[in-house]
Protein backbone atom coordinates (compact mmCIF):
# COMPACT_ATOMS: atom_id res chain seq x y z
CA UNK A 1 0.00 0.00 0.00
CA UNK A 2 3.06 2.66 0.87
CA UNK A 3 4.43 1.76 -2.43
CA UNK A 4 1.16 2.49 -4.09
CA UNK A 5 1.36 6.21 -2.26
CA UNK A 6 4.78 6.40 -3.20
CA UNK A 7 4.18 5.76 -6.91
CA UNK A 8 1.00 8.07 -7.20
CA UNK A 9 3.06 10.79 -5.58
CA UNK A 10 5.72 10.57 -8.00
CA UNK A 11 3.21 10.26 -11.05
CA UNK A 12 1.32 13.64 -9.27
CA UNK A 13 4.67 15.27 -9.04
CA UNK A 14 6.00 14.45 -12.81
CA UNK A 15 2.48 15.48 -14.36
CA UNK A 16 2.41 18.90 -12.15
CA UNK A 17 5.93 19.22 -14.03
CA UNK A 18 5.25 18.34 -17.40
CA UNK A 19 1.52 20.37 -17.08
CA UNK A 20 3.77 23.19 -16.04
CA UNK A 21 6.15 23.08 -18.83
CA UNK A 22 3.52 22.93 -21.54
CA UNK A 23 1.67 25.76 -19.87
CA UNK A 24 5.47 27.88 -20.26
CA UNK A 25 6.03 26.52 -23.84
CA UNK A 26 2.96 27.85 -25.07
CA UNK A 27 3.13 31.36 -22.98
CA UNK A 28 6.47 31.74 -24.35
CA UNK A 29 4.95 30.39 -27.53
CA UNK A 30 2.51 33.54 -27.86
CA UNK A 31 5.25 36.14 -25.90
CA UNK A 32 7.22 35.38 -28.79
CA UNK A 33 4.65 35.42 -31.56
CA UNK A 34 3.61 39.12 -30.22
CA UNK A 35 7.39 40.31 -30.55
CA UNK A 36 7.57 38.82 -34.35
CA UNK A 37 4.35 40.70 -34.78
CA UNK A 38 5.27 44.02 -32.94
CA UNK A 39 8.89 44.16 -35.10
CA UNK A 40 6.97 42.97 -38.19
CA UNK A 41 4.40 46.47 -37.38
CA UNK A 42 7.14 48.42 -36.47
CA UNK A 43 8.69 47.59 -39.74
CA UNK A 44 5.94 48.45 -41.85
CA UNK A 45 5.53 51.28 -39.96
CA UNK A 46 8.89 52.30 -40.95
CA UNK A 47 8.63 51.42 -44.71
CA UNK A 48 5.45 53.26 -45.06
CA UNK A 49 6.98 56.38 -43.07
CA UNK A 50 10.22 56.08 -45.46
CA UNK A 51 7.62 55.98 -48.40
CA UNK A 52 5.75 59.24 -47.49
CA UNK A 53 9.18 60.80 -46.96
CA UNK A 54 10.53 59.98 -50.64
CA UNK A 55 7.12 61.06 -52.15
CA UNK A 56 7.28 64.25 -50.57
CA UNK A 57 11.09 64.50 -51.42
CA UNK A 58 10.22 63.89 -54.63
CA UNK A 59 7.12 66.13 -54.81
CA UNK A 60 8.95 68.79 -53.41
CA UNK A 61 11.89 68.35 -56.20
CA UNK A 62 9.32 68.40 -58.73
CA UNK A 63 7.86 71.77 -57.52
CA UNK A 64 10.94 73.42 -56.90
CA UNK A 65 12.37 72.43 -60.76
CA UNK A 66 8.87 73.80 -62.05
CA UNK A 67 9.28 77.13 -60.38
CA UNK A 68 12.52 77.61 -60.13
CA UNK A 69 12.81 80.13 -63.33
CA UNK A 70 9.51 81.52 -62.70
CA UNK A 71 8.16 84.09 -60.41
CA UNK A 72 4.62 83.52 -58.79
CA UNK A 73 3.66 86.47 -58.13
CA UNK A 74 6.13 89.20 -60.04
CA UNK A 75 7.62 89.96 -56.36
CA UNK A 76 9.56 86.98 -55.52
CA UNK A 77 12.33 87.86 -57.81
CA UNK A 78 15.03 86.71 -56.21
CA UNK A 79 16.39 84.00 -58.71
CA UNK A 80 14.88 86.01 -61.78
CA UNK A 81 17.48 88.85 -61.67
CA UNK A 82 20.09 86.72 -61.58
CA UNK A 83 22.66 87.31 -64.93
CA UNK A 84 20.81 90.71 -65.66
CA UNK A 85 24.16 92.52 -65.23
CA UNK A 86 21.82 95.88 -65.14
CA UNK A 87 23.94 99.33 -65.26
CA UNK A 88 21.79 100.42 -62.85
CA UNK A 89 19.38 99.20 -59.59
CA UNK A 90 16.88 100.52 -58.14
CA UNK A 91 16.10 100.10 -54.29
CA UNK A 92 13.54 100.75 -52.03
CA UNK A 93 9.78 99.66 -50.95
CA UNK A 94 6.79 99.35 -52.87
CA UNK A 95 7.09 103.78 -54.09
CA UNK A 96 10.30 102.31 -55.41
CA UNK A 97 8.34 99.67 -57.25
CA UNK A 98 6.00 101.46 -58.88
CA UNK A 99 7.67 104.73 -59.55
CA UNK A 100 10.72 103.89 -60.70
CA UNK A 101 9.88 102.72 -64.62
CA UNK A 102 12.98 101.10 -66.52
CA UNK A 103 12.20 101.32 -69.82
CA UNK A 104 11.85 104.95 -69.08
CA UNK A 105 15.52 105.11 -67.57
CA UNK A 106 16.94 102.87 -70.52
CA UNK A 107 15.31 104.60 -73.50
CA UNK A 108 15.93 108.33 -71.79
CA UNK A 109 19.76 107.60 -70.38
CA UNK A 110 21.18 104.53 -73.06
CA UNK A 111 21.62 102.33 -70.35
CA UNK A 112 20.14 99.26 -68.48
CA UNK A 113 18.39 98.99 -65.78
CA UNK A 114 16.24 96.88 -63.23
CA UNK A 115 13.76 97.46 -60.39
CA UNK A 116 14.83 95.11 -57.44
CA UNK A 117 12.41 97.57 -54.87
CA UNK A 118 10.55 95.61 -52.23
CA UNK A 119 7.70 95.56 -51.67
CA UNK A 120 6.35 96.04 -48.11
CA UNK A 121 9.66 97.16 -46.60
CA UNK A 122 10.82 100.57 -46.32
CA UNK A 123 14.17 99.36 -43.89
CA UNK A 124 17.30 100.45 -45.32
CA UNK A 125 18.34 96.78 -44.24
CA UNK A 126 16.16 94.89 -47.22
CA UNK A 127 17.36 97.81 -49.26
CA UNK A 128 21.21 96.41 -48.62
CA UNK A 129 19.83 92.80 -47.95
CA UNK A 130 18.44 92.73 -51.31
CA UNK A 131 21.29 94.24 -53.34
CA UNK A 132 24.06 91.61 -51.64
CA UNK A 133 21.90 89.04 -53.23
CA UNK A 134 21.75 90.83 -56.49
CA UNK A 135 25.54 91.32 -56.48
CA UNK A 136 25.83 87.49 -55.65
CA UNK A 137 24.20 86.93 -59.10
CA UNK A 138 25.46 89.68 -60.97
CA UNK A 139 28.03 91.96 -61.88
CA UNK A 140 27.93 94.97 -59.91
CA UNK A 141 26.08 97.88 -61.48
CA UNK A 142 27.75 101.42 -61.95
CA UNK A 143 24.45 102.96 -60.64
CA UNK A 144 22.21 102.50 -57.62
CA UNK A 145 19.34 104.65 -56.85
CA UNK A 146 17.47 104.54 -54.01
CA UNK A 147 13.89 105.89 -52.99
CA UNK A 148 14.33 107.90 -50.06
CA UNK A 149 11.78 109.59 -47.85
CA UNK A 150 10.72 109.71 -44.06
CA UNK A 151 8.93 106.60 -44.71
CA UNK A 152 12.09 105.01 -45.10
CA UNK A 153 13.87 103.73 -41.60
CA UNK A 154 16.84 101.99 -40.88
CA UNK A 155 15.61 98.89 -39.80
CA UNK A 156 18.18 95.71 -38.71
CA UNK A 157 18.85 92.57 -40.85
CA UNK A 158 19.16 90.32 -38.22
CA UNK A 159 16.96 91.46 -36.05
CA UNK A 160 13.71 91.98 -38.50
CA UNK A 161 10.31 92.85 -37.47
CA UNK A 162 8.59 93.23 -40.33
CA UNK A 163 6.93 90.25 -42.22
CA UNK A 164 5.01 91.64 -44.83
CA UNK A 165 4.89 89.48 -47.66
CA UNK A 166 6.83 86.59 -45.83
CA UNK A 167 4.68 84.05 -47.59
CA UNK A 168 5.93 85.10 -51.08
CA UNK A 169 9.30 84.39 -50.33
CA UNK A 170 8.42 80.96 -48.94
CA UNK A 171 9.29 79.59 -51.93
CA UNK A 172 13.15 79.48 -51.22
CA UNK A 173 12.90 78.34 -47.58
CA UNK A 174 13.38 74.50 -47.78
CA UNK A 175 17.02 73.60 -47.95
CA UNK A 176 18.41 77.23 -48.84
CA UNK A 177 21.06 78.08 -51.24
CA UNK A 178 23.75 80.21 -49.72
CA UNK A 179 22.78 83.08 -51.84
CA UNK A 180 19.18 83.30 -50.58
CA UNK A 181 20.24 82.15 -46.83
CA UNK A 182 19.84 85.59 -45.71
CA UNK A 183 16.55 86.56 -47.24
CA UNK A 184 15.53 83.30 -45.31
CA UNK A 185 16.99 84.31 -41.84
CA UNK A 186 15.89 87.73 -42.81
CA UNK A 187 12.14 86.56 -42.54
CA UNK A 188 12.98 84.32 -40.05
CA UNK A 189 11.95 80.55 -41.41
CA UNK A 190 11.96 78.04 -38.80
CA UNK A 191 13.14 74.34 -38.97
CA UNK A 192 10.42 72.57 -40.04
CA UNK A 193 9.98 75.38 -42.90
CA UNK A 194 13.48 74.79 -43.73
CA UNK A 195 13.91 71.06 -43.96
CA UNK A 196 9.98 69.55 -43.67
CA UNK A 197 9.78 68.89 -47.55
CA UNK A 198 6.41 70.26 -48.71
CA UNK A 199 5.65 71.95 -45.01
CA UNK A 200 5.81 75.71 -46.43
CA UNK A 201 4.30 75.11 -49.72
CA UNK A 202 1.07 74.36 -47.69
CA UNK A 203 1.56 76.06 -44.56
CA UNK A 204 1.75 79.62 -46.84
CA UNK A 205 -1.17 77.85 -49.33
CA UNK A 206 1.41 78.27 -52.58
CA UNK A 207 0.32 74.85 -54.22
CA UNK A 208 -2.45 76.35 -56.13
CA UNK A 209 0.53 79.55 -57.47
CA UNK A 210 3.28 76.51 -57.85
CA UNK A 211 1.02 74.60 -59.97
CA UNK A 212 -0.89 77.19 -62.07
CA UNK A 213 1.95 79.28 -63.68
CA UNK A 214 1.51 79.57 -67.16
CA UNK A 215 3.90 81.76 -68.46
CA UNK A 216 7.39 82.94 -68.14
CA UNK A 217 8.49 86.18 -65.79
CA UNK A 218 9.11 89.02 -67.75
CA UNK A 219 12.21 91.25 -65.97
CA UNK A 220 11.20 94.32 -68.57
CA UNK A 221 7.43 94.76 -67.87
CA UNK A 222 7.13 97.89 -65.44
CA UNK A 223 4.51 97.66 -62.17
CA UNK A 224 3.20 101.16 -62.54
CA UNK A 225 -0.53 101.41 -61.62
CA UNK A 226 -2.69 102.73 -64.40
CA UNK A 227 -6.03 103.90 -62.08
CA UNK A 228 -6.88 107.08 -60.06
CA UNK A 229 -7.14 106.87 -56.36
CA UNK A 230 -10.62 105.43 -55.28
CA UNK A 231 -11.17 107.81 -52.15
CA UNK A 232 -14.26 106.23 -51.46
CA UNK A 233 -12.75 102.65 -50.39
CA UNK A 234 -9.48 104.43 -49.62
CA UNK A 235 -10.21 107.46 -48.25
CA UNK A 236 -7.74 110.52 -47.58
CA UNK A 237 -6.07 110.92 -44.40
CA UNK A 238 -3.24 112.46 -42.57
CA UNK A 239 -2.80 109.14 -40.38
CA UNK A 240 0.57 108.41 -41.63
CA UNK A 241 2.13 111.80 -40.84
CA UNK A 242 2.69 110.34 -37.56
CA UNK A 243 5.38 107.89 -38.41
CA UNK A 244 7.10 110.86 -39.25
CA UNK A 245 9.95 112.13 -36.97
CA UNK A 246 10.77 116.12 -36.69
CA UNK A 247 14.22 115.19 -36.01
CA UNK A 248 17.45 113.43 -37.83
CA UNK A 249 17.76 109.85 -36.90
CA UNK A 250 21.44 108.83 -36.10
CA UNK A 251 19.69 104.80 -37.22
CA UNK A 252 18.87 105.81 -40.29
CA UNK A 253 22.29 108.12 -40.94
CA UNK A 254 23.93 104.90 -39.93
CA UNK A 255 22.15 102.39 -41.89
CA UNK A 256 21.97 104.43 -45.21
CA UNK A 257 26.18 105.04 -44.62
CA UNK A 258 25.92 101.48 -44.45
CA UNK A 259 24.42 101.04 -47.98
CA UNK A 260 26.57 103.65 -49.49
CA UNK A 261 29.83 101.73 -48.21
CA UNK A 262 28.32 99.06 -49.99
CA UNK A 263 27.82 100.66 -52.87
CA UNK A 264 31.40 102.08 -52.63
CA UNK A 265 33.19 98.96 -52.19
CA UNK A 266 31.11 97.84 -55.81
CA UNK A 267 32.19 100.58 -57.52
CA UNK A 268 28.40 101.92 -57.46
CA UNK A 269 27.76 105.52 -57.89
CA UNK A 270 24.53 105.79 -54.90
CA UNK A 271 22.11 108.50 -55.93
CA UNK A 272 18.98 108.99 -53.76
CA UNK A 273 15.35 110.50 -55.34
CA UNK A 274 12.34 111.73 -53.04
CA UNK A 275 9.42 110.88 -55.09
CA UNK A 276 6.48 112.99 -54.69
CA UNK A 277 3.51 111.80 -51.66
CA UNK A 278 0.17 113.54 -51.54
CA UNK A 279 -0.20 116.52 -49.91
CA UNK A 280 -2.49 115.70 -47.01
CA UNK A 281 0.81 113.58 -45.45
CA UNK A 282 3.03 115.97 -46.16
CA UNK A 283 5.19 117.32 -43.45
CA UNK A 284 8.06 120.23 -44.62
CA UNK A 285 10.70 119.32 -41.98
CA UNK A 286 10.35 115.86 -42.05
CA UNK A 287 10.89 115.67 -46.34
CA UNK A 288 13.78 118.22 -45.43
CA UNK A 289 15.44 116.18 -43.15
CA UNK A 290 16.06 113.77 -46.05
CA UNK A 291 18.09 115.93 -47.49
CA UNK A 292 20.12 116.92 -44.54
CA UNK A 293 21.21 113.15 -44.31
CA UNK A 294 22.09 112.93 -47.65
CA UNK A 295 24.47 115.85 -47.53
CA UNK A 296 26.09 114.67 -44.34
CA UNK A 297 26.86 111.47 -46.20
CA UNK A 298 27.99 113.62 -49.55
CA UNK A 299 25.68 111.50 -51.21
CA UNK A 300 23.67 112.75 -54.30
CA UNK A 301 20.20 113.32 -53.78
CA UNK A 302 17.09 114.73 -55.87
CA UNK A 303 13.82 116.15 -54.45
CA UNK A 304 10.82 115.42 -57.00
CA UNK A 305 7.99 115.83 -53.92
CA UNK A 306 7.41 119.27 -55.35
CA UNK A 307 4.35 121.45 -54.53
CA UNK A 308 2.57 120.88 -58.07
CA UNK A 309 2.42 117.42 -57.38
CA UNK A 310 1.95 117.04 -54.16
CA UNK A 311 -0.85 119.05 -54.54
CA UNK A 312 -2.60 117.21 -57.70
CA UNK A 313 -4.88 114.28 -56.55
CA UNK A 314 -4.69 112.99 -60.49
CA UNK A 315 -1.02 111.88 -59.83
CA UNK A 316 -2.12 109.32 -56.96
CA UNK A 317 -3.76 106.46 -56.66
CA UNK A 318 -3.20 106.34 -52.63
CA UNK A 319 -1.29 108.96 -50.41
CA UNK A 320 2.15 107.51 -51.04
CA UNK A 321 2.12 106.27 -54.52
CA UNK A 322 1.79 108.07 -57.80
CA UNK A 323 -0.26 106.24 -60.52
CA UNK A 324 0.54 105.68 -64.20
CA UNK A 325 -0.19 109.43 -65.14
CA UNK A 326 1.91 110.53 -62.03
CA UNK A 327 5.04 108.62 -63.04
CA UNK A 328 4.76 109.93 -66.72
CA UNK A 329 4.59 113.72 -65.09
CA UNK A 330 7.61 113.07 -62.92
CA UNK A 331 9.82 111.31 -65.62
CA UNK A 332 9.04 114.53 -67.55
CA UNK A 333 10.88 116.65 -64.80
CA UNK A 334 13.48 113.79 -64.10
CA UNK A 335 14.72 113.42 -68.13
CA UNK A 336 15.77 117.77 -67.50
CA UNK A 337 16.90 117.10 -64.16
CA UNK A 338 20.75 118.31 -63.59
CA UNK A 339 22.10 116.56 -61.06
CA UNK A 340 20.54 113.06 -62.67
CA UNK A 341 22.07 113.87 -65.99
CA UNK A 342 25.39 114.66 -64.11
CA UNK A 343 24.87 111.79 -62.30
CA UNK A 344 25.07 109.08 -65.36
CA UNK A 345 27.69 111.37 -66.88
CA UNK A 346 30.16 110.61 -64.36
Same mark, same amino acid.
Given at each position: ?? !?????????????????????????? #?????????? !? #??? !?????????????????????????RNESLNDIDNLEQTSNINADLVFLGSSRCWVHFDPSFFDKTFKIRSVNIGVNGHTEIAMAILRLKNYLSKNNPPKFAILSFDPLVNAGSEVDNSNFCDKDIYARYSFFPNRKNLSFVNYFKFNLSERYIPLYSIFKYKMLDDCLSITQKYNMNCNHIVDKKWDTIHNPITNSMKKNYSNKVQITTVNSLGELNNLCKKNNI??????TPVYKAIYDE??? !?? #?????? #???????????????????????????????????????????????????
Open positions: MG !KIQSMGFLFLYYSGDFLFLCFFRHQS #TIHLLSILKM !K #TFI !KNIVRFSLFIIFIAILLQTIISLKIKLLCIQLAF !KN #TKVICK #TLNISFIDINIKPFRNNIEYFYSPTHLNKYGVEQMNQLLKKDSTLITFFKH
